[in-house]
């Protein structure tokens, strides 16, 4: 499923078919992948695909029904949470109400008995490292949600830990913090370097961050691979839908590429499918290049422009298909223009099996 | 704030109802009428000095830390138990305890005298096995048996209460920085729910120090208490002057006691209530 170096000892956590249900319905259904040392991993799903439970069977607080968590080589699947090498950022924190800031980081030493020395220094390091400096006398209720989440990383990451969990840690913060502490995130993990494993429904968060992406839905995996892979080759039209803005329309897989759609035939760079296979075609929106009419692959009239800041986004039906246009140049309602699309931006995808 | 109007009947209320009464029993306390006409003394205060009255005293404060701390050691696992159940579950065993409190106060302290007696159940079982019934009531040991019946659900419920708002979360982070169960309870559950802890006492104590129906029956007649000996000197000896200084005495006592509850309970949470 993951190009690259396929040798087990360089896997520090190795999902093998897990398989969990609640009171009879499968929330997960046979999930396995690995996570490399080191990688910034994503579980990426709308709710209820499972994703937080998945986070939560790695963290211990959830077994499963089927399968086994593999830690180091090790079979982890039935350890409680305390005894693994895994902390977790919790979505809502968790910091406890009752303990001030730096209570809440050297919570995790103090139950290790590590020296009181020792735990000085290494919370002022964390509160450096995500930029509380001096805050360890404040109390959780007078600090802003991104410094609550902050602290939360920091109890975390003081532990040392082999492996990070962070189940949607961003969620509660506004947009602009949110982007900050994405870019932050991430150049922590690459200054501490940790295996973060985390979790979000947002796949613009996803794309920015990750090495490598998990998307999941209902329980299913439907595809990994790192965020171009992803997002330049879907799988199927649930993970073309759910990350970034696409067309996609249905189309016959000629033969290797030759792929017809759109009641015409396009040279694409797909292969493997079966001669005449029916099959889903995506175009990115930003895929599509405007041209006059007579020189476009395909012709149609605009029907709608939106201004979207950076672009617009158009909408040009072809007399049977409204097509989804990013452009920087705009071109007004009514007009007719012409379509086309380079090869290897056609991206086929086996046709989902409808249920 | 138009709305205020609508608080004038309550103010009404406490003023007949609470605050008048008050000012009424200090009045008596300070106050005799012996030699004819009112006069202001601090003799009423003074005779409860005696050691007998002191003893009395100390007897009640003794009985009510008892059944306090003996409710709290119950209490407090019943009200965790109850709290980790599922919602289902759990407010059935909820209702189990408060269904009693429905029961008229005295019926359940009665029924205690049909247990303990000469020839209740108990003394009944404790023959048929061959020993000599034993004398289980009209002591000590019946009386806090007693509070600690009448009083047990007072301290269960604010500590199941306080228990059960808790966040999963908090514990789930615990256990994840390393904590075993144990420590998860010393370092986060117990002081999480120190407010509910407080609570319980004050609601178990109050009433515990003050109670005379308990030691009435369970006691004996000539069992004493500082709520008995209140209710004497209201009742039968009609002397209203040493009853109200008695009183004051011991809201005095209460009024320490939450003092002492609330500075525990204030901790980090902001104010809450009076102190």
Redesign the interface.
């Known amino acids: 499923m993951r190009g690259g170096n396929k040798l087990e000892n360089t896997y520090i956590i190795d999902l093998k078919s897990i398989t969990k249900e609640y009171d009879g319905t499968k929330v997960l259904d046979n999930i396995s992948f690995y996570v490399r040392k080191n990688e910034f991993i994503t579980l990426l799903g709308p709710s209820g695909c499972g994703k937080t439970t998945t986070l939560r069977i790695i963290?211990?607080?959830e077994q499963p029904t089927e399968g086994r968590v593999i830690f180091e080589g090790k079979d982890i699947t039935n350890l409680?949470?305390?005894k693994r090498q895994?902390?977790?950022v919790?979505?809502?924190y968790?910091?406890?109400?009752?303990m001030n800031v730096f209570e809440n980081i050297a919570?995790?030493l103090n139950?290790?008995k590590v020296p009181k020395d020792e735990i000085k220094k290494r919370v002022k390091e964390m509160l450096k490292l995500v930029n509380l400096d001096g805050y360890e006398n404040r109390?959780i209720q007078s600090l802003s949600g991104g410094q609550q989440q902050r602290v939360a990383i920091a109890?975390?990451l003081v532990?040392e830990p082999k492996v990070l969990l962070l189940d949607e840690p961003l969620g509660a913060l506004d947009l602009k913090l949110r982007k900050e502490m994405q870019t932050e995130l991430k150049s922590m993990q690459q200054r501490v370097g940790i295996t973060f494993i985390y979790v979000t429904h947002d796949q613009e968060e996803a794309l920015t961050m990750s090495d490598t992406i998990v998307v999941m839905d209902k329980g299913v995996i439907q595809q990994i691979g790192t965020p171009v892979d992803i997002y330049n080759e879907p799988k199927n039209s649930f993970v073309a839908k759910f990350i970034g803005e696409s067309n996609i329309v249905e189309g016959i897989m000629r033969e290797d590429f030759i792929v017809e759609f759109a009641g015409r035939v396009f040279k694409c760079i797909d292969k493997g499918f079966q001669k005449n296979e029916e099959i889903e075609v995506v175009i990115r929106p930003e895929d599509i290049i405007i041209t006059k009419p007579e020189e476009g692959q395909l012709k149609g009239i605009i029907t709608s422009v939106i201004f979207k800041g950076v672009h617009y986004e158009m909408i040009c039906n072809d007399g049977q298909f409204d097509w989804k246009i990013h452009s920087t140049s705009m071109k007004p309602v009514g007009t007719e223009v012409g379509m086309s699309v380079e090869p290897e931006n056609i991206h086929v995808m086996k046709k989902a099996i409808k249920k | 704030m138009k709305m205020k109007i609508f608080s004038y009947p309550y103010m009404l209320w406490l003023v007949i109802f609470i605050v008048v009464p008050l000012l009424l029993v200090f009045l008596y306390a300070v106050t005799t009428t012996e030699n004819g006409g009112l006069q202001f003394t601090v003799e009423n205060l003074r005779r409860f000095l005696d050691p007998n009255y002191l003893d009395v005293l100390w007897v009640s404060i003794k009985l009510a830390l008892q059944t306090t701390i003996i409710t709290l050691i119950l209490g407090y696992p019943i009200g965790m138990i109850i709290a980790r159940e599922k919602p289902s579950k759990r407010n059935i065993m909820v209702l189990l305890f408060v269904i009693p409190m429905w029961m008229n106060f005295l019926l359940r302290t009665y029924a205690w005298l049909t247990l303990l007696g000469k020839n209740g159940i108990v003394n009944y079982i404790v023959t048929l096995l061959g020993f000599e019934p034993l004398d289980l009531l009209y002591n000590d040991g019946a009386v806090l048996l007693g509070m600690i019946y009448n009083f047990l659900p007072f301290m269960v419920l604010p500590i199941y209460s306080v228990i059960e708002k808790i966040?999963n979360?908090?514990i789930?982070?615990?256990?994840?920085?390393?904590?075993?169960k144990f420590?998860v309870f010393t370092?986060?559950t117990l002081?999480?729910s120190i407010p509910g802890i407080m609570t319980g006492i004050t609601m178990v104590f109050m009433p515990a120090v003050s109670t005379f129906v308990i030691s009435r029956l369970l006691g004996g007649g000539q069992y004493m208490l500082i709520g008995n000996l209140i209710e004497q000197q209201f009742l039968w000896v009609g002397d209203w002057h040493f009853g109200s200084a008695i009183s004051i005495i011991m809201m005095i006592f209460i009024l320490i006691a939450m003092a002492i509850t609330s500075k525990f309970d204030d901790?980090?949470e902001g104010s809450s209530g009076l102190w």
Do not use: C, M, W
Not at chain 1, 94 to 98: E, K
Not at chain 2, 172 to 180: F, P, Y
């Open positions: 963290g211990g607080f409680p949470p305390y895994i902390n977790t919790f979505q809502k968790a910091l406890f109400p009752h919570f995790g139950i290790k109390s109890r975390a532990n | 966040d979360s908090l789930e982070a615990a256990e994840d920085l390393g904590a075993n420590e370092k986060v002081p999480l901790q980090k």
